[in-house]
């Protein structure tokens, strides 16, 4: 045991300093925080008006669009309508009104009046029940005559009550007039204002939000959730939207803010609204004002968080620095066990630790267990970032580990982002559980000074004495078991088992094999087409790796690019792409041949700090123009850090190298990042393609990618389009650009010569 050192009473010069420096460090950090909570609510407020701006645009986007659609899609129902002589027998084409309802799902009844307002038809009622007669009712008889002679293709009536359905709805008519203009019959088609699957809910809008149109007059058009219909509709409007309209009768769109915007919504809300660009009619969307306090919490809690641990870290620091001194000499010998950086035992504490347990285990006959814990692509960030912030988030690591064990087991660090967690008494059931604990608190971002990084571990489990009977074989074991859980695709755990050394032998041939094929230029280049979708000519291609082997043997990409990131022979691998397409884009140019190639970027190589000026190096040294170059990354890659992608995107945008986000929607995928993210297209995953026209939630998202796109002016492409109708439903969609297997598989170059030759994709006719 070491002695007790005397206790200092008076603080020295050193002392005295050091506090009052701390409690100026206290101080100015307190103002800072305030600072810094200030300018991010500042800019989350305006992000959130912008979100909500680009939701209500789109809204009045689709609206005008259903709205063209019905009306328009009237026009050939009243030439049949005609053709059957519906004035003399309107049951006979009762059919084609149930028809038109069913190809038009929004419309619950369609109706037809006759010019002197009487009610023809209407598919709410039965064959041969009684009609109501609305003749009797001068408003409604004097609404009905004034459509019969308006001048416009299709009127957008007012929410009523229906008569016949018993439900809320409005109303689109359209006129059938004859040669000389005058009116033989009115169509109305209802528009239910509570049906679900609507135009209306079809937005992805925060939660609480309210959606819908006003009018140019200042009555609701339509609006959901709408809990009492009565209380909405049929009245003027009094909220901040109505009175911004009359006030700006020109207004195209804008924001508002303030309480209780809608009848039965309370409490203080942000809204946008925008004009839709042929009706007098108003797109709006709100949410409550909570939503920007959540989004705000989400953004900045880490920084909150890890500020106010630092100030009460910073208070304990300045407390304990009274008392210290006396401790000076006991910490000293302490320090000799512990890591420099984290303050963790250090290797020798561990292995102390680790022959304790032995000792105890061959006593008691208890188990006990060991995880081996590894940073994955650590040294990316390193690499990256610095090693400064490399270090500080070693030491934010360490503080999870050790607040998610919950004094289950003592944790080191035995070198560089490699963590070992002995667990005394604790047979290999329990190391699962903790292993799952530990990945599970890995998944939220680490926030290290003005960079949210992500950070997962890989995680090796060895028990004793099953995996080892001494220090030495223990951890070789558990380290071997961690390696393995790098092969499944990180984030994840593995139990040690016999095999697993085999399973490291071949890792360690497979990537001998990979330096000789790079050696002995055994890569290959496929390149699968990109069509242009208006002219079915092909404009580019997507450069695709193969390796062939000695053997002829062609082993595709997902075999082994996990062994070349953890090798790092990735960048070597990644260069050989990048001249490799530029000389062959360059040799189809010459050729007259006006295409562009795009390569993938994976998240090793996005990580380089020099792959900005390799790009451009090579681009100079083959003699291609940049925007023949494109670069495809998925989602995830740029949000692993995403102001530092932002400015790598950035600098690649201003060099006008063309810039793609793959596998678009099954990442992170918000309006905010899209925003941020400096791209030119984004492509629609396959799993997405594969279910258009089949599955209601995959055309809806492919829908809303396009209509996102085009407000946002990027491309689209479509990958994995295999069928021909995945191609014309796309095309009816307007998408614009489409690869997959149905056009052309990845094919050599002489073969992608050959298909530009034969000129032969024009398939969207």
């Not at 328009?72 to 053709?83: R, T």
């Not at 203080?268 to 705000?296: E, H, I, K, N």
């Not at 380290?479 to 360690?508: C, H, I, P």
């Not at 396009?706 to 069928?723: F, P, Q, S």
Request: aromatic share 8%; net charge negative; hydrophobic share 40%.
């Amino acid at each position: 045991m070491v002695a007790d050192v005397p206790v200092i009473t008076n603080p020295t010069s050193f002392t005295r300093l050091l506090r009052n420096s701390v409690l100026a460090l206290i101080i100015g950090g307190a103002i800072a925080l305030a600072a810094y909570c200030k300018h991010s609510w500042d800019r989350e407020v305006q992000e959130v008006r912008e979100n909500l701006l680009v939701q209500s645009s789109f809204l009045a986007t689709a609206s005008q669009s259903f709205f063209d659609n019905v009306g328009n899609g009237l026009k050939p129902l009243g030439q049949l309508l005609y053709n059957k002589n519906i004035l003399e027998d309107p049951e006979a084409s009762r059919s084609y009104l149930e028809d038109f309802s069913d190809r038009y799902p929004e419309v619950v009844t369609i109706a037809v009046f006759a010019p002197d307002g009487r009610m023809l038809i209407n598919t709410g009622a039965k064959p041969g029940q009684t009609l109501p007669d609305f003749r009797k009712d001068p408003p409604y008889l004097t609404n009905l005559l004034a459509d019969m002679v308006n001048p416009s293709s299709y009127v957008i009536g007012q929410p009523e009550f229906g008569k016949v359905i018993k439900r809320w709805r409005f109303t689109i008519r359209r006129v059938m007039r004859n040669e000389s203009g005058q009116p033989m019959f009115l169509m109305q088609a209802a528009i239910p204002l509570e049906k679900e699957g609507t135009f209306l809910h079809q937005l992805p809008v925060p939660p609480n939000s309210f959606i819908g149109l006003l009018r140019g007059d200042g009555l609701q058009q339509a609006r959901w959730p709408a809990k009492e219909p009565s209380e909405i509709y049929g009245k003027p409007s009094e909220g901040p939207v109505a009175q911004t309209v009359r006030n700006n009768p020109n207004i195209l769109s804008g924001y508002v803010e303030g309480e209780s915007l809608w009848t039965d919504s309370k409490g203080f809300r942000a809204g946008s609204f925008t004009r839709l660009s042929r009706t007098d009619m108003y797109a709006y969307v709100s949410a409550p004002w909570s939503y920007v306090w959540q989004q705000w919490w989400i953004h900045n809690s880490a920084v909150l968080v890890v500020s106010v641990l630092f100030l009460l870290v910073t208070s304990l620091v300045a407390h304990r620095i009274w008392t210290r001194e006396k401790l000076h000499r006991q910490e000293l010998l302490a320090q000799a066990r512990r890591d420099a950086l984290t303050g963790l035992p250090n290797r020798a504490a561990a292995e102390e630790m680790i022959q304790f347990c032995i000792d105890m285990s061959h006593t008691l006959d208890r188990k006990f267990s060991l995880l081996f814990l590894d940073i994955d692509r650590f040294k990316d960030i390193n690499d990256s970032l610095g090693h400064a912030t490399g270090d500080r988030l070693l030491i934010k690591i360490s503080e999870l580990i050790k607040d998610s064990l919950n004094e289950e087991g003592m944790v080191s660090r035995l070198g560089g982002d490699e963590f070992l967690i002995v667990l005394p008494a604790r047979d290999v059931d329990t190391a699962v559980d903790i292993a799952q604990r530990l990945i599970g608190v890995f998944r939220k971002p680490i926030r290290v000074g003005e960079h949210s990084l992500v950070a997962t571990p890989s995680i090796g489990i060895a028990q004793f004495p099953e995996h080892g009977e001494d220090i030495d074989t223990l951890l070789k074991h558990a380290d071997t078991a961690m390696y393995e859980s790098k092969r499944q695709g990180r984030n994840a755990f593995s139990v040690y088992m016999d095999q697993l050394g085999e399973k490291v032998l071949e890792r360690v041939e497979l990537e001998r094999m990979l330096r000789d094929a790079l050696e002995q230029n055994l890569f290959k280049l496929h390149y699968q087409p990109v069509v242009d979708m208006t002219t079915g000519r092909i404009v580019g291609a997507e450069a695709l790796l193969r390796w062939v082997r000695a053997d002829g043997m062609i082993v595709m990409p997902m075999s082994f690019i996990g062994v070349a990131e953890e090798s790092g022979l990735i960048h070597q691998i990644g260069e050989w792409v990048l001249h490799n397409a530029l000389e062959q884009v360059k040799a189809w140019n010459d050729a007259g041949h006006n295409l562009w190639v795009s390569i993938n970027i994976s998240p090793r190589q996005f990580q380089d700090p020099n792959l900005v000026e390799k790009i451009s190096s090579a681009l100079d040294m083959i003699g291609v123009e940049p925007d023949q170059l494109g670069i495809e990354i998925t989602e995830t890659v740029a949000m692993l850090n995403p102001e530092a992608s932002s400015r790598i995107l950035g600098r690649l945008k201003e060099m006008g190298v063309r810039i793609a986000i793959d596998d678009f929607g099954t990442g992170y995928s918000s309006l905010s990042y899209l925003k941020r993210i400096p791209a030119d297209k984004v492509k629609i995953d396959k799993s997405f393609v594969d279910g258009i026209n089949l599955e209601v939630d995959d055309t809806a998202i492919v829908h809303t990618i396009l209509a996102l796109a085009e407000i946002l002016d990027k491309k689209v492409i479509a990958e994995g389009v295999e069928t021909e109708d995945q191609y014309n439903a796309l095309h009816a969609l307007n998408c614009q650009l489409a690869q997959g297997y149905w056009i052309s598989r990845p094919i050599p170059p002489d073969d992608f010569t050959e298909l530009l030759g034969r000129t032969l994709l024009n398939r969207a006719a």
